[in-house]
């Protein structure tokens, strides 16, 4: 079952760098929605990601932030997350929203959009690179209802996502009023 309602949470501990994740509910492993998701993840992440672009390159107020997606039997999460400095995190978190807002209103290039499905697919090539990975992936996939070819899949249906069904899962899933948000800040 799912936990209480979503909320904020703070943890100080014994660190000089503070830590900003939002969490968002999003879908099972079977649903068709995972792979829009996943570009929209891919759109905020890595070293040609929004998120990277916003926080750290034009503005210097993170070291490290991304995005990931998760999924479970019957519900999975998105998460983003940027590690800054505690007198900065206010300022990222605000960066943070702005990039998921600017999704949401549809502010995505076909560019930025091509390259977030070219490096996920990619990844996901490296990741399956060996013999073992392919048949422990076969066999995860079989026992999830998902069927052993399901692997096959990705790079298709990562190739048919559009700006549209970016737009459309980012308003769907990514509700600002019901995101988890934890804070690890200095004591």
Do not use: W
Not at 61 to 81: E, H, N, P, R, V
Not at 140 to 145: M, N, R, W
Not at 158 to 171: E, F, L, M, Q, S
């Amino acid at each position: 079952p799912a936990a209480g309602s979503p909320g904020s949470l703070t943890v100080k501990m014994d660190r000089e760098q503070a830590l900003l994740m939002l969490g968002f509910r999003t879908v099972a492993m079977n649903s068709p929605d995972r792979y829009p998701l996943n570009v929209l993840s891919g759109l905020l992440s890595g070293r040609s990601g929004r998120l990277f672009m916003a926080l750290r390159e034009k503005s210097g107020l993170a070291y490290t932030m991304g995005s990931l997606q998760k999924l479970g039997f019957d519900t999975g999460f998105i998460l983003f997350y940027a590690a800054t400095t505690i007198d900065k995190l206010s300022e990222a978190k605000k960066l943070l929203f702005n990039e998921i807002s600017a999704i949401k209103q549809g502010l995505i290039t076909e560019d930025e959009l091509d390259a977030a499905k070219k490096e996920l697919i990619c990844s996901q090539d490296v990741l399956m690179e060996t013999n073992s990975a392919n048949s422990f992936q076969a066999a995860l996939d079989e026992l999830y209802g998902l069927g052993y070819d399901n692997l096959y899949k990705f790079e298709s249906e990562t190739n048919k996502v559009t700006k549209y069904d970016i737009i459309r899962v980012a308003d769907k899933y990514l509700d600002m009023n019901s995101c988890a948000e934890v804070v690890i800040q200095p004591e």
